[in-house]
């Protein structure tokens, strides 16, 4: 079946960084687009960014920009979220998505890894 596992969460101090891992099973990841997003406590669910099947990065957010960036290894079936200059505003549970080629719904979604930032 389908599956997205999220992993590479944790504490970090402000300034840091972190790399989060999307591990894909149960479909043949370059047929996809994949999306991180992010739910802070008390806060809305909001996108960070998204990757294409070509590899084409779109922001979702301007906070991630400059700061984030995202890439993909479809041998390896894993998109990654490269998070730099990290602040304590960006603790939150962050999640992975699946988007099937010509819609704009994600479909498949991962339980997400929690990233706090603190010192």
């Known amino acids: 079946q389908v599956q997205l596992v999220e992993s590479g969460g944790g504490l970090v101090q402000p300034g840091g960084s972190l790399r989060l891992s999307c591990a894909a099973s149960?479909?043949?990841?370059?047929?996809?687009?994949i999306g991180w997003f992010r739910q802070a406590p008390g806060k809305e669910h909001e996108g960070v960014l998204c990757?294409?099947?070509?590899?084409?990065?779109?922001y979702y957010s301007k906070f991630a920009e400059g700061r984030f960036t995202i890439s993909r290894d479809d041998v390896n079936n894993t998109v990654y979220l490269e998070m730099n200059a990290l602040e304590p505003e960006d603790t939150a549970v962050y999640y992975c998505?699946?988007?099937?080629?010509?819609?704009?719904?994600?479909?498949?979604w991962g339980l997400g890894t929690q990233v706090t930032v603190s010192s």
């Open positions: 998505a699946r988007l099937p080629w010509g819609t704009l719904l994600y479909d498949y």
């Open positions: 149960g479909f043949r990841l370059e047929h996809y687009a």
């Open positions: 990757i294409s099947s070509g590899g084409t990065s779109t």
